[in-house]
């Protein structure tokens, strides 16, 4: 059973010195060695000046998110996200699995942000870069603080993960979800318990992400399956199945993406076909080029989440039906954004003239 996602551990070039001069580290040693002891996560605390992340991209129903960690111990290895790790000199491989960043202040950021004058509510999307809800968050609790200032101040919420932990945090989420405050994403890609350890070893497994939907479902929390991502030849035979399972579970919507392979992520993708799929490497590749332009991805907005050909076409279709025979929404992000409330001041932080008291 693979403990990890990634095949390699390479460092990007670019924007490393691809003449890197051997210093001795573990990295020097690690291509030549086979039986390297196991990697250990490390989490180093971050301290960001401004937590939320706009963006202007046509592609995303959303302009604003946070990302409680950098990096994700879930180890997928078809992470979009991975490149983010070679800016900082990391590996988008196995660093980006194992050497975390996490963001303690995140709750007190926000509570900043909400609190100046010209702050305007929309959906703060959390999970879009990686999972709020991975294995490090039972120490940090970072999601958990930034649901309960959403919870004070009635901001809406939304939630993409691929972990039942989530449920750690159901009351809060059914009390957003009570004010129409906030909705659950769900990332289910395969109902293969095999394939799923492979592709995402350290996630929660398919059943145990099943029974969450079903729980939030039940809490009255809006509830989205995301089949994503789809890829071609490997569990695009699911598409079906897997619109019936959420439905099942009480889901109201249901979305599917194809695979994207940016930057680092095509290489890291095309070695662990080699070792878990060599059979259907050619055939993948072939199919994922044919919706690309002849590449493995397209960066270009409105083709990123929306390939082209015959492939994309059927799997747009397929999905449609699916959705129609189910009863399912194609999205669901309809959040009131109506009840925001300034939030308090922090009490940790004093005011300008609190320390000037000339009583004292």
């Known amino acids: 059973m693979p403990t990890r996602?990634?095949?390699t551990n390479a460092l990007s070039t670019r924007?490393?010195?691809?003449?890197?001069?051997?210093?001795?580290?573990?990295?020097?040693?690690?291509?030549a060695h086979e039986d390297l002891p196991p990697l250990r996560t490390t989490v180093t605390v971050?301290?960001?000046?401004?937590?939320?992340?706009?963006?202007?991209?046509?592609?995303i129903p959303?302009?604003?998110?946070?990302?409680?960690?950098?990096?994700?111990?879930?180890?997928?290895?078809?992470c979009f996200a991975r490149p983010t790790h070679a800016f900082h000199g990391l590996s988008p491989g196995l660093d980006f699995e194992s050497r975390l960043f996490a963001k303690p202040g995140a709750a007190a950021l926000l509570r900043a942000e909400f609190a100046k004058p010209a702050y305007t509510p929309a959906v703060l999307a959390m999970g879009t870069n990686t999972d709020p809800y991975q294995p490090i968050e039972a120490r940090f609790r970072i999601t958990r603080a930034v649901l309960a200032l959403c919870r004070e101040t009635h901001h809406p919420v939304s939630i993409t993960t691929k972990s039942a932990r989530i449920l750690d945090?159901?009351?809060?989420?059914?009390?957003?979800?009570?004010?129409?405050?906030?909705?659950?994403?769900?990332?289910?890609t395969t109902l293969e318990p095999r394939l799923a350890r492979a592709m995402e070893p350290r996630a929660s497994a398919p059943h145990r992400r099943l029974a969450a939907l079903r729980a939030l479902s039940a809490a009255g929390v809006p509830t989205c399956i995301s089949i994503s991502p789809v890829i071609p030849g490997l569990n695009d035979h699911e598409l079906e199945s897997l619109v019936a399972a959420g439905a099942a579970a009480g889901a109201t919507a249901a979305v599917?993406?194809?695979?994207?392979?940016?930057?680092?992520?095509?290489?890291?993708?095309?070695?662990?076909?080699?070792?878990?799929?060599?059979?259907?490497?050619?055939?993948?590749?072939?199919?994922?080029?044919?919706?690309?332009?002849?590449?493995?991805n397209d960066p270009r907005f409105t083709h990123r989440f929306r390939p082209d050909?015959?492939?994309?076409?059927?799997?747009?279709?397929?999905?449609?039906?699916?959705?129609?025979?189910?009863?399912?929404?194609?999205?669901?992000?309809?959040?009131?954004?109506?009840?925001?409330?300034k939030p308090a001041a922090d009490p940790r932080q004093p005011g300008l003239f609190d320390q000037f008291d000339p009583h004292r």
């Open 5 to 7: 996602g990634a095949p």
């Open 15 to 31: 924007f490393d010195d691809p003449a890197r001069t051997p210093d001795g580290d573990w990295r020097d040693h690690a291509d």
């Open 46 to 59: 971050e301290h960001p000046r401004i937590i939320i992340t706009r963006n202007r991209s046509p592609d």
């Open 62 to 78: 959303f302009d604003r998110s946070l990302n409680a960690y950098r990096g994700c111990e879930h180890g997928c290895v078809y």
């Open 169 to 188: 945090d159901l009351p809060v989420l059914a009390s957003l979800a009570a004010d129409r405050l906030a909705m659950v994403m769900l990332s289910i």
């Open 256 to 296: 599917s993406i194809p695979i994207r392979l940016p930057h680092e992520v095509a290489p890291l993708f095309e070695a662990w076909l080699d070792i878990h799929q060599p059979n259907r490497k050619a055939k993948i590749l072939n199919a994922i080029r044919a919706m690309r332009g002849g590449k493995l």
């Open 309 to 341: 050909g015959e492939w994309a076409r059927l799997h747009s279709a397929r999905l449609a039906a699916a959705r129609r025979r189910h009863g399912l929404l194609p999205r669901s992000w309809d959040l009131r954004t109506d009840l925001f409330v």
